[in-house]
T-cell receptor, first 114, second 115 residues
Framework: NAGVTQTPKFRILKIGQSMTLQCTQD?????MYWYRQDPGMGLKLIYY???????DKGEVPNGYNVSRSTTEDFPLRLELAAPSQTSVYFC?????????????FGNGTRLTVT | AQKITQTQPGMFVQEKEAVTLDCTYD???????LFWYKQPSSGEMIFLIY??????QNATEGRYSLNFQKARKSANLVISASQLGDSAMYFC????????????FGKGMKLTVNP
């Protein structure tokens, strides 16, 4: 089982460039989340989605955009990369309406903006 | 707004000893779930244990148990018989059920198990 797949694993961007972090899951999960983790810190929620066509802002949405056209895919877009966006990005998904289901995490994308 | 607080930046424990990792939370919702995750140095996020706000019993999963005190809004993780492989970052998280469905994490704390 693939679970949650994130690509790329590593990326270096120059200031002002744009890119899309890909996330796909094969578990038919409705709920998907994007987090960033700065060095030595916890995970901060960027955006999340409770189903195809529905997205909402998390704690730190500025500088990012998302879309959810299918259940499987939840890409994260950085339009004008800034050094403050240097971080590790995690995508996660969960399937159940009740709270008990844990998040399934991807392996992360390490992004450096210079 | 929901909030998770983990105030211990780091802890050291001897192998085979028990250790308690603190987590307090704040929410106005009555229905919520609390999670603990482990992040070893390799970076992956590993789910450890879950406690629902309406669960009458404290959750247990092998060597992990959760000391849930609803009135105090605390959900401390207890690891019994620590092992060297328990050295990692530990994160507490909360999800509001039936509301926003956000899952918000605390800042985490680093546990080091000494031989």
């Amino acid at each position: 089982n693939a679970g949650v797949t994130q690509t790329p694993k590593f990326r270096i961007l120059k200031i002002g460039q744009s890119m899309t972090l890909q996330c796909t899951q094969d578990m038919n999960h409705n709920y998907m989340y994007w987090y960033r983790q700065d060095p030595g810190m916890g995970l901060k929620l960027i955006y999340y989605s409770v189903g195809a066509g529905i997205t909402d802002k998390g704690e730190v949405p500025n500088g990012y955009n998302v879309s959810r056209s299918t259940t499987e895919d939840f890409p994260l877009r950085l339009e004008l990369a800034a050094p403050s966006q240097t971080s590790v990005y995690f995508c996660a998904s969960t399937g159940f309406v009740t709270g008990r289901s844990p998040l399934h995490f991807g392996n992360g994308t390490r992004l450096t903006v210079t | 707004a929901q909030k998770i607080t983990q105030t211990q930046p780091g802890m050291f424990v001897q192998e085979k000893e028990a250790v308690t990792l603190d987590c307090t939370y704040d929410t106005s919702d009555q229905s919520y779930g609390l999670f603990w995750y482990k992040q070893p140095s390799s970076g992956e996020m590993i789910f450890l244990i879950y406690q629902g706000s309406y669960d009458e019993q404290n959750a247990t999963e092998g060597r992990y148990s959760l000391n849930f005190q609803k009135a105090r809004k605390s959900a401390n993780l207890v690891i019994s018989a620590s092992q060297l492989g328990d050295s990692a970052m530990y994160f507490c998280a909360m999800r509001e059920i039936g509301g926003s469905e956000k899952l918000v994490f605390g800042k985490g704390m680093k546990l080091t198990v000494n031989p």
